[in-house]
């Protein structure tokens, strides 16, 4: 992604591409030691006499609430150097900015303790290698402690907190498949990483799909701990609407083969877990094209965790992307675009479809949501 120096290497030939993919996301959803600086969020609050940390309700999510002038229709790199990880109540209220840097840093996920969050960044992105070029970072919850783990993107934590898995280049050199956010390579599979294993000893990640024929991505692990789901579309697939692409659950120690939930001849994205683990909500290519001879656009889909019962939710021609559930199962939290290219906000739908909510508006976009639990102050009785 983007080289931690900020330079604008090469901004002539970053900007086309990055519109294209901007306007890609509108019908698209989408892996040392601390550098000095180098994006550091602010220390944690002290605590005071009389509290405690408890678990609550909480949205990780990207946004540029913090600059009205940003604006990806008028300049797309500004904007998304300018998109920072924020985090805010469970009802949408009580906003706090989680990074402060000049690079983008996108795809923030809680894990299951409420401690940490892990998330893509660019800002080890080197000179000549394209914006979205991303490695994980951790962090503590409050913004603290920002720390590089491996060249990779779109983590997911295990029930247990200890592991990540995310998607990455196998080889390591694997060319990106587009110009979007969390794009894949062409050789990505899935990887298992341990992350403290990772930060107190090297531990490398394991690759658990190892498939040379596919584009391998968007991993989510379910909260049961056995089972990962993702997609998967053959590399010889038209990438901005792979109509090979299915979901299939795995094994995060690789015992036996992927199970395909999916079997169409339409693209599928971005499969999120209930907490329950009995269903999966998705981006499913089910909508009518937003332009004549455009592609059809992301709908959300929900499904058994077999795969039967798959059950359209939202029907409109505007992009609904990067779904994620309530910690109670009963909603479904996503972003769509609701002003120019790229200018997205959150909504928010019961898990049946109803009660259609616009969560949060502009200044600014606010996109790419994580719904889970964070450790916040508490008052003891």
Excluded at 158 to 176: C, E, N, Q, V
Excluded at 179 to 203: E, H, N, Q, Y
Aim: charged share 20%; hydrophobic share 35%.
């Amino acid at each position: 992604m983007y080289d931690p120096k900020h330079a604008l290497v090469g901004l002539s030939t970053l900007l086309l591409p990055l519109a294209v993919a901007l306007l890609l996301l509108t019908e698209s959803p989408v892996g040392h030691t601390q550098k000095s600086g180098g994006g550091r969020g602010p220390a944690a609050a002290p605590s005071r006499a009389g509290d405690k940390a408890v678990l609550r309700p909480a949205i990780a999510f990207v946004s540029t609430r913090h600059d009205p002038t940003l604006d990806t229709a008028v300049d797309a790199q500004r904007a998304l150097l300018g998109a920072e990880i924020y985090l805010m109540d469970g009802d949408g209220t009580n906003p706090r900015r989680l990074t402060e840097n000049h690079d983008f840093d996108c795809f923030p996920a809680l894990s299951p303790d409420g401690s940490r969050i892990v998330f893509d960044s660019n800002r080890l992105r080197t000179a000549g290698e394209p914006f979205n070029t991303s490695d994980l970072f951790v962090m503590n919850v409050d913004g603290a402690a920002q720390t590089p783990l491996v060249r990779g993107n779109s983590a997911t934590w295990s029930p247990d907190g200890k592991r990540i898995a995310f998607h990455a280049s196998a080889s390591g050199t694997g060319r990106l498949v587009s110009a979007l956010p969390g794009a894949a390579a062409t050789d990505s599979d899935i990887f298992v990483l341990s992350v403290d294993d990772f930060l107190k000893k090297g531990a490398r990640p394991k690759n658990i799909t190892n498939n040379q024929a596919a584009v391998d991505d968007d991993p989510d692990w379910s909260p049961a701990g056995g089972r990962i789901v993702f997609t998967s579309h053959a590399t010889t697939d038209d990438h901005n609407n792979a109509v090979t692409t299915e979901v299939y659950v795995t094994d995060p120690d690789r015992k036996g083969k992927p199970v395909r939930l999916t079997d169409n001849a339409e693209e599928e994205r971005a499969p999120s877990w209930s907490m329950d683990g009995r269903r999966i909500v998705y981006c499913c290519r089910k909508g009518a094209p937003e332009r004549e001879g455009g592609v059809p656009t992301f709908e959300i889909c929900v499904m058994n965790a077999d795969g039967t019962g798959q059950v359209r939710l939202t029907n409109n021609t505007i992009g609904d992307l990067t779904p994620t559930w309530s910690p109670d199962g009963a909603r479904i939290l996503f972003h769509r675009r609701v002003g120019g290219r790229g200018q997205f906000q959150l909504f928010m739908i019961n898990a049946d479809g109803t009660g259609e909510k616009q969560l949060t508006s502009p200044p600014g976009l606010s996109g790419f949501p994580n719904w889970g639990e964070a450790l916040v102050p508490g008052k003891t009785r």
